[in-house]
């Protein structure tokens, strides 16, 4: 999942948004769901939204990394350096019901910070916490077990515990990451159903223009995530 940077016309601030997070959480269902609800920009690729009275350019990029990336690094390639230099904000994504995404995008963020300790002159990074996917939470009801077909059981009948996989139809709490990171806010957003989306994007606007909510601080471990 990668999305080619575009330039935004003059006229309007640009925001410039990276959104980083592990394969399969929507980033680009969010990116698509945003453009959908959001004017024509001056070139293809580029929404327009009016917040606040302010109108806003956004031009999108995405890099998709998992909790085995270097914190040098990510599986983008060398390309990734340059696209974190291009932002001027992200959007931290996690499926809100895998636990594993929430830890990868806690990853993802050392990555990021790493590549803007290398850029001079870069001001603290903008970013908002998004858990996607919201939607799933309400399609089915959590059970302690389940009973699911097993090839090595003649009768296709046996009970497995859920306690240690990696899907949950209960919410993965992101508020302690939003804390560690200083997150301008921490959603809950569907890009099925539109939930959030919106906001979720205009937020990033409204921290770019106002500086008192640039706030940073350094992930010192992934496992920061857990279950609500």
Not at 172 to 200: C, F, R, W
Request: aromatic share 4%; hydrophobic share 35%.
């Amino acid at each position: 999942e990668q999305a080619a940077i575009t330039t935004a016309g003059e006229s309007n601030t640009v925001v410039k948004v990276l959104l980083l997070g592990a394969a399969a959480v929507g980033k680009t269902a969010l990116i698509h769901c945003f453009q959908a609800s959001s004017l024509p920009g001056p070139q293809a690729g580029v929404a327009c939204a009016v917040v606040d009275g302010v109108k806003w350019d956004y031009t999108f990029s995405e890099l998709t990394t998992t909790t085995a990336d270097a914190p040098t690094g990510g599986t983008s390639g060398s390309g990734s350096g340059d696209l974190h230099r291009a932002a001027n904000c992200y959007m931290l994504v996690y499926d809100v019901t895998a636990v594993d995404s929430a830890n990868a995008a806690a990853h993802a963020w050392d990555i990021a910070l790493h590549h803007l300790a290398h850029t001079e002159a870069t001001p603290e990074p903008v970013v908002v916490l998004v858990a996607n996917q919201q939607d799933k939470l309400t399609a089915t009801t959590a059970t302690a077990t389940t009973t699911t077909p097993s090839a090595q059981d003649d009768n296709n009948n046996t009970t497995h515990n859920n306690s240690n996989d990696t899907q949950h139809t209960t919410p993965v709490d992101g508020q302690p990451l939003a804390d560690q990171i200083g997150a301008s806010a921490y959603l809950m957003t569907s890009a099925k159903t539109g939930h959030n989306v919106t906001e979720a994007f205009h937020t990033l606007a409204r921290s770019l223009s106002d500086p008192k909510s640039r706030t940073v601080a350094t992930v010192t471990h992934h496992d920061v995530c857990r279950h609500m």
